[in-house]
């Protein structure tokens, strides 16, 4: 039989070159990127440009150049259509605080075009996603911080949309809260099956619920991919020694290592780093450290961070 063809799956989100000025500052500078399914962080340092970004997603802004389409459509030209399909919780609220959370969700429902008794039903089923179903009644000025946040997130959810971008969504909670937060945006991505772009400044929140990230710096893209990508392909080995009667016990285990002929290096003078290259290192190190009978205080694997990527990006243009 022939081979099958498996379709190209399309972008969620494409951008080239894209740039935007407002009056003398530069938002965006020739933004490349591409956003595929699931949750995807947009990271970077406030004034980076990701709220702008966000902005011409949803068509709201028009790109002074370069192209970017959502579900391979131009917001900017079809925005009526790309925003029926998008779910949007902005950073600052604007929440009525005298109607009640289950009113508002159902008003923005049928703003969406659903009918008013549908609406009523996935405002209702929306509000207790985010666990505000018993509370889904009080006015929203009598609410906390945090459930102000959860209706927000309702909103945006409500009309089932098949993308939802998420700005700043743990502004003002405390730690608890932004637990809590970041496990209902999982439960989005994971168990709703919204795909999610979440806009932070906070690098472990990123971390903590993206399969993906676009790293933003002064308006430009310096990494973009998936954790896995960009984390490094080769993970290391670190060995710590503790301390012994050699002055620099790294040294010793370091030459019996390269001797072996491990990719190895001194970090320190107790430190050692040995590149993963196959799975035999680990015999070989186990050996090394029993015939020099070294006394080990730490033994681990490491890969790269988030925050690893972050600062080795940051300052360095364009990571690809």
Known sequence: ????????????????????????????????????????????????????????????????????????RDPWVAGAEVRARLGYAPEHEALPPDVAAHDVVRHLAELH????????????????EVGLGEERFRPVGTMSTGQRQRVKLALAIAHDPELLLLDEPTNGLDPSQREDMLALIEHVGVDLGMHVILSSHLLEEVERVSQSVVILEAGRVVADGGMAELSRTDPELVVELDRVDATEPAAALLAALRLAGLTASADGPRRVVVALETPAVYDVVRDALADGAYAVRKLERRTASLEDVYLASAGSGRTS
């Open 1 to 72: 039989m022939p081979p099958v063809d498996t379709p190209a799956v399309e972008p969620v989100v494409s951008a080239t070159e894209v740039t935007k000025r407002w009056s003398t500052t530069q938002a965006l500078a020739g933004a490349t990127f591409t956003i595929g399914a699931g949750v995807t962080g947009l990271l970077g340092a406030n004034g980076a440009g990701k709220t702008t970004l966000l902005g011409l997603i949803l068509g709201l802004h028009r790109p002074d150049s370069g192209a970017i389409t959502v579900f391979g």
């Open 113 to 128: 075009g659903l009918p008013r008794r549908e609406a009523t039903s996935r405002a209702s089923d929306a509000l207790w």
